[in-house]
C-alpha cells in the first residue's frame, strides 16, 4: 500500500509548477509527524488539508497565495483563468492551453471571486 506521501506525488502537486512551495510543506509534515489527508489544486489554488498546530496553517496560507500566482505547469509567475475548470498559469502556458486571443476572456479577477 501506498503511503499518503506517495499518493500526492501520483496526482502530480509535488512534480507541478508548485512543488517549490509544496515539498517543503510535505517535508515539514514528514519531519514532525503532522497527519495529512489531502493535497489537490481546486480554483486554481492550493489546498493542504490535514491535522496541524496553528502555526502550520500560517504556512499553508502562505503557499495557497503563492499558489495563485503561480503557474501550475511551470512554477513561473502566473494568474488564474477559468474555462469549464480553474488553472493558475503563465503567460506561455495560457497560450497554450486558450490561444492567445482567448487569453483574456478566461482571466479570472479574483477581487471580484470569492475562492
Ligand atoms: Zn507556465
Redesign the pocket.
Known amino acids: 500500500m501506498k503511503t499518503p506521501y506517495e499518493l500526492f506525488a501520483d496526482e502530480g502537486i509535488l512534480k507541478s509548477?508548485w512543488a517549490s512551495f509544496v515539498q517543503p510543506l510535505v517535508d515539514e509534515c514528514k519531519e514532525k509527524g503532522y497527519q495529512i489527508t489531502q493535497i489537490k489544486e481546486k480554483f486554481g489554488t492550493l489546498r493542504f488539508y490535514g491535522a496541524f498546530p496553528d502555526e502550520f496553517y500560517e504556512k499553508i496560507e502562505e503557499a495557497g497565495k503563492k499558489s495563485a500566482n503561480t503557474?501550475y505547469?511551470?512554477g513561473?509567475p502566473?494568474k488564474t483563468y477559468f474555462i469549464h475548470w480553474f488553472l493558475t498559469?503563465?503567460p506561455?502556458?495560457a497560450e497554450k492551453q486558450y490561444g492567445a486571443e482567448r487569453i483574456a476572456d478566461y482571466e479570472i479577477d479574483k477581487n471580484e471571486v470569492d475562492l
Open positions: 509548477g503557474c505547469k511551470c513561473k502566473g498559469l503563465c506561455e502556458h
